[in-house]
């Protein structure tokens, strides 16, 4: 375990740690913006409506996460995958110093941290935006929603992870974000049944269905799943030989 504490280090600083840090930072900034922005101009609506409660707040807070996330985690995969790449770096790392299932183990684990510490800027940045708009707080239904949002929403990550795994250019995979924005914004257009049978888009759909602890439990275990399939795709196959 300490080893591999010693090689995320290693890789963080290679990446460049304050990079990393800011990228975090700025991620949960502009979902703080976009959410309080949102409320805002929706305030009179939301009152009228009597959705100024720690629900809807927080299912607003998720829907900008959503598409901020997307963005963060492409930009996080191109510096921990495709980076390598543009250094000309892959073909020395899968040899030596260390074994290629360490070295892909490590990137993921770096990927973790990163994604742990995105989830608890958001948080921090969801609190605030309660405190601000002076909403009764719930800690246990608060820790609840964030809980099961990090759990679902591990689908965004790993659904970049397959662009920068197949399309082999850090670039062009970055770029394919706009995919995933895409489906986030048409999700309304597809057909129920389908648009609840696509992990990606469970993120959104799990708000639907959050007073139903079995279907939360079952997208939580679909996400992590889902997650899990593509992480073992990607540690067991040759997607790293670049051209």
Known sequence: MSNYTFLVKNESQKIGSFK??????IS?????GLSLAFIIYKKEYLISEDLMGIQPIISITTYFATFILAIFSSIAWYYI???????????????????????????HALHLVLYIGFNMFYTLASLTLLIIL?????????????FIFSLVAITIPYS???FHLMV????????????????FLIKDSIPDIIARSIPLLSVDNV???????????LYCMGSVLYGLIIFL??????????E
Request: proline share 1%; aromatic share 10%.
């Open 207 to 217: 708000w639907m269905n959050i007073a139903n602890t079995g279907v939360i439990t």
């Open 81 to 107: 995958i495709s980076f390598e790449n543009k250094n000309g770096t892959w073909s020395i790392l899968l040899t030596k110093p260390i074994s290629k299932k360490q070295l892909l183990l490590t990137k």
């Open 20 to 25: 990393l840090i800011l990228l975090i930072i």
């Open 168 to 183: 082999k250019n850090g670039l062009i995979a970055v770029s394919l974000t706009i995919l995933i924005l895409f489906l």
């Open 160 to 162: 970049q992870l397959l």
């Open 28 to 32: 949960a900034l502009v979902t703080f």
């Open 233 to 242: 795709i990607s540690i067991k196959n040759n997607y790293y030989t670049y």
């Open 134 to 146: 002076n909403i009764e707080l719930d800690v246990s239904e608060f820790l609840k929603l964030q």
